[in-house]
């Protein structure tokens, strides 16, 4: 999903800052704007800022400095009861002493809703995440997979237009996790609700998002759609902490256009596209996903460079094959392939040639 001008910014941050001591700022300068209907993912280690941006648009936090937007209207003043948003949180949050059912209905009575009407907005809810005959129990009843449901029905009960969500999932075992993923997804895009999901899993972001922004040391690094993320990182940060990466570090020898050639600190020479280097002399960390290089020499074209690999270790993953190399002077090199017929299974202490085509390797900054 393209980025969005203000003017048709649903949510929009405007030079927002946030400092708790008055002098450190946890937030800086964010500017964001989603368009209506988005499922935007912040991504970060912690303390990079995403869960308060989280918060400050919540109105459990305060901005120091900028303007918060929704749908055109700054909201900085209006307490969080008014906002109108739908809130998940990864300990569910439930009143324990109340069933299900009155869980749900707790934000509709709060908005003065009638009782007909309240009951069938339950039962829709519940519904909704597949559990319409838990309306009686207590959550104490419940596995924590299903309170999560129960949460997320009573984030969505009252159809806000903009659903928050700080890692909701982070309790729940891995498959039940990947379930949840593709359920919150699904219901976010039926529903056409806003979505702001924060997470410090990348494999998360990466399935879930129209958008991810990538968060470090208070700022937004890169934001971007999941793929362009994954496949052109505008920067060192981003490039190591998207998924898994290789790097090499070495010097710019030239620039011609679209690639420029990298002489990497143990002698080797290397093409490579030049994004965050300007001239020859500029230091450079090279960045190369594991899936993209090649150890079948026969695959690669003409003029590619190739490197003499050292086999390390050489382990069966079932779909793949992990190789991994010491390569110009570095022993955590790691090559990803497809367990296919013609692989061969390669011994430690062995001697190959590796190589990757100019395009999918990135020369970024030191």
């Given at each position: 999903?393209?980025?969005?001008?203000?003017?048709?910014?649903?949510?929009?941050?405007?030079?927002?800052?946030?400092?708790?001591d008055?002098?450190?700022?946890?937030?800086?300068?964010?500017n964001?704007?989603?368009p209506?209907?988005?499922?935007?993912?912040?991504?970060?280690?912690?303390?990079?800022?995403?869960?308060t941006?989280?918060?400050?648009?919540?109105?459990?936090?305060?901005?120091?400095?900028?303007?918060?937007?929704?749908?055109?209207?700054?909201?900085?003043?209006?307490?969080?009861?008014k906002?109108?948003?739908g809130?998940?949180?990864?300990?569910?949050?439930?009143?324990?002493?109340?069933?299900?059912g009155?869980?749900?209905?707790?934000?509709?009575?709060?908005r003065?809703i009638?009782?007909s009407?309240?009951?069938?907005?339950?039962?829709?809810?519940?519904?909704?995440?597949?559990?319409?005959?838990?309306?009686?129990?207590?959550p104490?009843?419940?596995s924590?997979?299903?309170?999560?449901?129960?949460?997320?029905?009573?984030?969505?009960?009252?159809?806000?237009?903009l659903?928050?969500?700080?890692?909701?999932?982070?309790?729940?075992?891995?498959?039940?996790?990947?379930?949840?993923?593709?359920?919150?997804t699904?219901l976010?895009?039926?529903?056409g609700?806003?979505?702001?999901?924060?997470?410090?899993?990348?494999?998360?972001?990466?399935?879930?998002?129209d958008?991810?922004?990538?968060?470090?040391?208070?700022?937004i690094?890169?934001?971007?759609?999941?793929d362009?993320?994954?496949?052109e990182p505008?920067?060192?940060?981003?490039?190591q902490?998207?998924?898994?990466?290789?790097t090499l570090?070495?010097?710019?020898?030239?620039?011609?256009g679209?690639?420029?050639?990298?002489?990497?600190?143990?002698?080797e020479?290397?093409?490579?596209?030049?994004i965050?280097?300007?001239?020859?002399?500029?230091?450079?960390?090279?960045s190369?996903r594991?899936?993209?290089?090649?150890?079948?020499k026969?695959?690669?074209?003409?003029?590619?460079?190739?490197?003499?690999?050292?086999?390390?270790?050489?382990?069966?993953?079932?779909?793949?094959?992990?190789?991994r190399?010491?390569v110009a002077?570095?022993?955590?090199?790691?090559?990803?392939?497809?367990?296919?017929?013609?692989q061969?299974r390669?011994?430690?202490?062995?001697?190959?040639?590796?190589?990757?085509l100019?395009?999918?390797?990135?020369a970024?900054?030191?």
């Open positions: 999903m393209a980025s969005t001008s203000d003017s048709e910014a649903f949510v929009a941050f405007e030079r927002v800052q946030k400092s708790y008055g002098e450190t700022l946890v937030v800086k300068d964010l964001l704007s989603m209506k209907g988005e499922f935007l993912t912040m991504l970060g280690p912690s303390g990079s800022g995403k869960t941006c989280l918060m400050m648009l919540a109105g459990f936090e305060t901005a120091t400095h900028g303007e918060i937007l929704l749908d055109g209207t700054s909201i900085n003043n209006i307490p969080p009861h906002r109108g948003i809130m998940v949180f990864q300990n569910y949050a439930l009143f324990p002493h109340m069933t299900v009155e869980n749900l209905s707790f934000p509709l009575e709060v003065k009638g009782k009407e309240r009951e069938k907005k339950v039962m829709r809810a519940l519904d909704m995440v597949q559990m319409g005959d838990f309306a009686n129990r207590r104490a009843q419940l924590g997979g299903q309170q999560q449901r129960i949460a997320l029905a009573r984030a969505l009960v009252f159809e806000p237009e659903v928050l969500m700080d890692e909701p999932l982070g309790a729940l075992d891995k498959q039940l996790r990947e379930h949840m993923q593709f359920e919150i699904r976010a895009h039926e529903l609700i806003t979505t702001v999901y924060v997470t410090h899993d990348q494999t998360e972001a990466l399935t879930m998002s958008r991810v922004a990538v968060f470090n040391d208070g700022r690094q890169q934001l971007a759609p999941p362009v993320l994954y496949e505008e920067n060192s940060f981003v490039a902490f998207i998924g898994e990466n290789n570090e070495g010097t710019v020898k030239e620039i011609s679209n690639t420029c050639t990298v002489q990497l600190d143990g002698g020479l290397i093409s490579a596209r030049p965050n280097v300007t001239k020859p002399g500029d230091r450079t960390r090279v190369i594991p899936e993209r290089v090649e150890m079948n026969e695959r690669l074209q003409e003029g590619v460079h190739l490197l003499k690999a050292e086999v390390l270790e050489f382990i069966y993953m079932g779909d793949i094959f992990r190789t190399l010491r002077g570095r022993d955590d090199f790691v090559v990803k392939t497809r367990n296919a017929p013609d061969v390669l011994k430690r202490g062995e001697t190959i040639e590796i190589g990757w100019p395009e999918d390797c990135r970024l900054e030191a």
